[in-house]
C-alpha cells in the first residue's frame, strides 16, 4: 500500500510539473501570438469578457457618432467588469447547481431600451465569457482562438498556425 501511495505521489507531481510547462507554453504562444497576428488570420487571439468597440459601433450606427460610441463602449467595459454586479441565478439542475443568465437585470432592460437589441447582445455575450472564463477576477481572458470555426483553438492549432506562418515567410526570402 506504501508503495501504490508512493508512486501516486511520483504521478500527481509529475503531472502536475507537465501541467507547469503546458501552461508556460501557451503563455508564450498567446504572447508570440500577440506580435505576430494580424486582424484576419485563422487563428489569434480572443479577449473573453471583453466588449469588441468595432462591433458596439456597428450595433450603435447610426443613432451615435464614434466619440459617443466609444464613450458607451467604455461605459459598459466599466461595468462588465464590476464583479459586484453579477446577472446570473443559479439553480439546481439533478442536482448539479447551474447558472442562467437574468436577462430582467434592470441594467440590462435599461441598455436595451436605450441601445436595442443588438448592443444587449454584445453585453450579454461579453458577460457569459466573463462568467465563464474568470468568475472571480472580472477582467477579460485572452484565449488562442480559432476565428473560423468561432471556438478556442487548440494548442496544435496554434503552432501548427505558427509554423505554416514561418514557412510561408522562408518560402518568399
Given at each position: 500500500?506504501q ?34 497576428t ?22 450603435c ?12 463602449c467604455?461605459k459598459?467595459?466599466?461595468k ?7 446577472p ?6 439533478d ?47 485572452t484565449?488562442?482562438?480559432?476565428f ?11 503552432v ?14
Open positions: 500500500m508503495g501504490l501511495e508512493s508512486l501516486n505521489q511520483v504521478l500527481v507531481t509529475k503531472s502536475v510539473r507537465d501541467n507547469d510547462k503546458l501552461q508556460a507554453a501557451r503563455k508564450e504562444l498567446i504572447d508570440g501570438l500577440n506580435v505576430a494580424n486582424g484576419r488570420a485563422n487563428i489569434g487571439l480572443k479577449r473573453m469578457g471583453e466588449l469588441d468597440p468595432k462591433a458596439v459601433a456597428n450595433a450606427r447610426p443613432r451615435l457618432s464614434q466619440k459617443k460610441t466609444l464613450i458607451l467604455s459598459w467595459e466599466t462588465i467588469r464590476n464583479a459586484g454586479w453579477h446570473f441565478k443559479v439553480i439546481m439542475v442536482d448539479q447547481p447551474m447558472e442562467i443568465f437574468l436577462d430582467d437585470d434592470d441594467k440590462l432592460v435599461e441598455l436595451k431600451q436605450e441601445h436595442g437589441d443588438q448592443m444587449f447582445a454584445l453585453v450579454k455575450q461579453a458577460l457569459i465569457e466573463r462568467n465563464k472564463y474568470n468568475p472571480s477576477g472580472g477582467y477579460p481572458e484565449l488562442l482562438w480559432n473560423k470555426h468561432s471556438r478556442e483553438a487548440t494548442m496544435e492549432e496554434a501548427q498556425f505558427i509554423v505554416k506562418k514561418c514557412c510561408a515567410k522562408k518560402r518568399k526570402h
